[in-house]
């Protein structure tokens, strides 16, 4: 199976900042990623899919990079209603696999 | 527009059988696969397998090979998950998901417990 390797687990950030979580395939998987928002007792929200593209209806300040191995979700100004559980998906291989999760709270 | 709507909370005793049913409307029921993932509390995401409601073919995750049926029924537009011999470390919200998982139903609580 394709391990995910999602970091940080969590982080403690400000309204305004810049913030970045990374994910980490253990095999290429060309561009066969997404990026999910989870808030608490609510279904993951798909925001990035193939990697950078943007899911309708996502504000812009959210974006994805990367390809084969390495990826990274942006949020470039980050806002009180962002504070939630991310995570990415693999969607190359079966078993699918998603990253363990980053945690974005309030600082 | 796309919905997903799944089917009640369950108790289950362990050793029993859960079915999940995933009512879809707003687009071709048989032209995006339908995946099932599911999320133990407080734990992260799990994929279990999908179902292509086109030929009913479906591709299970190996940990739930033999405990696992997807199924569909193409006229009411619905799918459905069924797991059998209930542990309660199956306690968990299923959630199905269409296509690559652009679109998700509220997800269904099941708890397995004596």
């Known amino acids: 199976d394709i391990q995910m390797t999602q970091s940080p687990s969590s982080l403690s950030a400000s309204v305004g900042d810049r913030v970045t979580i990374t994910c980490r395939a253990s095999q290429v998987i060309r561009n066969d990623l997404g990026w999910f928002q989870q808030k608490p007792g609510k279904a993951p929200k798909r925001l990035i899919y193939t990697a950078s593209s943007l899911q309708s209806g996502v504000p812009s300040r959210f974006s994805g990079s990367g390809s084969g191995t390495e990826f990274t979700l942006t949020i470039s100004s980050l806002q009180p209603e962002d504070f939630a559980t991310y995570y990415c998906?693999?969607?190359?291989?079966?078993?699918?696999?998603f990253g363990q999760g980053t945690k974005v709270e309030i600082k | 527009q796309v919905q997903l709507v799944q089917s009640g909370a369950e108790v289950k005793k362990p050793g029993a059988s859960v079915k999940v049913s995933c009512k879809a409307s707003?687009?071709?029921?048989?032209?995006?696969?339908l995946h099932w993932v599911r999320q133990a509390p407080g734990q992260g995401l799990e994929w279990m397998g999908w179902?292509?409601?086109?030929?009913?073919?479906?591709n299970y995750a190996e940990k739930f090979q033999g405990r696992v049926t997807m199924t569909r029924d193409t006229p009411i537009t619905t799918a459905y998950m069924e797991l059998s011999s209930l542990r309660s470390d199956d306690t968990a919200v299923y959630y199905c998901?269409?296509?690559?998982?652009?679109?998700w139903g509220q997800g269904t609580l099941v708890t397995v417990s004596s």
């Open positions: 998901a269409r296509g690559n998982l652009a679109d």
């Open positions: 179902i292509n409601p086109n030929s009913g073919g479906a």
């Open positions: 707003g687009y071709t029921f048989t032209g995006y696969q």
């Open positions: 998906l693999q969607h190359n291989t079966y078993p699918w696999t």
